[in-house]
T-cell receptor
Framework: KAGVTQTPRYLIKTRGQQVTLSCSPI?????VSWYQQTPGQGLQFLFE???????NKGNFPGRFSGRQFSNSRSEMNVSTLELGDSALYLC?????????????FGSGTRLTVV | SQQGEEDPQALSIQEGENATMNCSYK?????LQWYRQNSGRGLVHLIL?????REKHSGRLRVTLDTSKKSSSLLITASRAADTASYFC???????????FGQGTELSVKP
């Protein structure tokens, strides 16, 4: 079966712009989580969605938002981009909120803000 | 939230040697998971050990869990250059909640 698909793979944006990243989970998976990874801060949890509802949220400003659609696909949006938003954004999916077999991650979207 | 702390931060070994990484956490867990990340890529789930299990094997991987000490270890036997990656532990709390990753252990296996 297809894995977790994140698009686009690479993105270059200018400060002040906004960006939307997409994540398609494994078919049948209803939980989607988002992470930001930077060399300085490591892997930081952004939010988790399950059945179109946000279930958990990390400590990020309101410029970071997300949503999940009825087909479980998820998008995250970052408005008013800052240089510090440059990072690898990872999406992970699972069947349920607290899976007994772990999460499956996508390959990530590399965002560069210039 | 629950965060795993991996130790050591970096480990360099020769091919064929064993690699041991440790993870400590603070509160009660439902399970603990280990992930691998090759440079700039997504994380790959390696193994999940439940709180009522003490040891689990998967191929060349062996994971132990000591809930009394709130610690876990990941052993990779007969390491290969392809094992070069960062390894993260992720404790899953009893009451549910998100996975919080530590800084990871950066493993380098030299041929």
């Amino acid at each position: 079966k297809a894995g977790v698909t994140q698009t686009p793979r690479y993105l270059i944006k200018t400060r002040g712009q906004q960006v939307t990243l997409s994540c398609s989970p494994i078919s049948g998976h209803r939980s989607v989580s988002w992470y930001q990874q930077t060399p300085g801060q490591g892997l930081q949890f952004l939010f988790e969605y399950f059945s179109e509802t946000q279930r958990n949220k990390g400590n990020f400003p309101g410029r970071f938002s997300g949503r999940q659609f009825s087909n479980s696909r998820s998008e995250m949006n970052v408005s008013t981009l800052e240089l510090g938003d440059s990072a690898l954004y990872l999406c992970a999916s699972s069947l349920e909120l607290q899976p007994n077999y772990g999460y499956t991650f996508g390959s990530g979207t590399r965002l560069t803000v210039v | 939230s629950q965060q795993g702390e991996e130790d050591p931060q970096a480990l360099s070994i020769q091919e064929g040697e064993n690699a041991t990484m440790n993870c400590s956490y603070k509160t009660s867990i439902n399970n603990l998971q280990w992930y691998r990340q090759n440079s700039g890529r997504g994380l790959v789930h390696l193994i999940l050990i439940r709180s009522n299990e003490r040891e689990k094997h998967s191929g060349r991987l062996r994971v132990t869990l000591d809930t009394s000490k709130k610690s876990s270890s990941l052993l990779i036997t007969a390491s290969r250059a392809a094992d070069t990656a960062s390894y993260f532990c992720a404790p899953t709390p009893n009451q549910g909640g998100k996975l919080i990753f530590g800084q990871g252990t950066e493993l380098s296996v030299k041929p």
